[in-house]
């Protein structure tokens, strides 16, 4: 195991809703980045915190928003859900700096009906 | 634009038999290149990466990679496969976008399914 949760594992919403998604990140890395994950692809990346900062966004609308507190958690918000929302969302963590490897939790299995 | 090309959306192969996955990249600089791995209905697991140095990159379970920066290539190989390695791979490379250094552009993932 990663040492990387999320929760809940599995939401179902219904279009319009707003959704928060939360995870705890690996003790002692202060970064955390989250990835939607559509059926059948690869995971895209939503957004990146670094010390409580959004520190980098793909491709994502503004209604995909989030949170990083200090003891290593953090949060994905998505307001209007739409149906194209329905997805497994990741989030990962890992150090600010080098290269290490992300650490990913199992992810939460968004459906939006 | 940095991109990772994983051309094969499904490999089969029979249990004790070597195994390849395919992996292309397209970046400017220096490649940072990562596996992963995929069971049903869980996060993905990091299998390993390569910086710099050699060029077979040793990794978890039996895994290793090899690097060729004349073919932009990062394929994914083990001498014996297990039917437990049966999952979805999917390779990764690290970009730079906006500040997020360590943003991973994925590919599409390539089923493995091992036979007994």
């Known amino acids: 195991e990663t040492g990387v949760t999320q929760s809940p594992t599995h939401l179902i919403k219904t279009r319009g809703q707003q959704v928060t998604l939360r995870c705890s990140s690996q003790s002692g890395h202060n970064t955390v980045s989250w990835y939607q994950q559509a059926l059948g692809q690869g995971p895209q990346f939503i957004f990146q915190?670094?010390?409580?900062?959004?520190?980098g966004r793909g491709n994502f609308p503004p209604r995909f928003s989030g949170l990083q507190f200090p003891n290593y958690s953090s949060e994905l918000n998505v307001n209007a859900l739409e149906l194209d929302d329905s997805a497994l969302y990741l989030c990962a963590s890992s150090l600010a700096w080098g290269v290490d490897e992300q650490y990913f939790g199992p992810g939460t299995r968004l459906t939006v009906t | 634009a940095q991109s990772v090309a994983q051309p094969e959306d499904q490999v089969n192969v029979a249990e004790g038999n070597p195994l390849t996955v395919k992996c292309t990249y397209s970046v400017s600089g220096n490649p940072y290149l990562f596996w992963y791995v995929q069971y049903p209905n869980r996060g993905l697991q990091f299998l390993l990466k390569?910086?710099?140095?050699?060029?077979l990159v040793k990794g978890s379970y039996g895994f290793e990679a090899e690097f060729n920066k004349s073919q932009t290539s990062f394929h994914l190989k083990k001498p014996s496969a297990l039917v437990s390695d049966s999952a979805l791979y999917f390779c990764?490379?690290?970009?730079?976008?906006?500040?997020?250094?360590?943003?991973?552009?994925f590919g599409t993932g390539t089923l493995l399914a091992v036979q007994p």
């Open positions: 990764a490379v690290r970009g730079i976008y906006g500040g997020a250094t360590n943003k991973l552009i």
């Open positions: 390569y910086i710099t140095g050699d060029n």
């Open positions: 915190y670094y010390r409580e900062e959004e520190n």
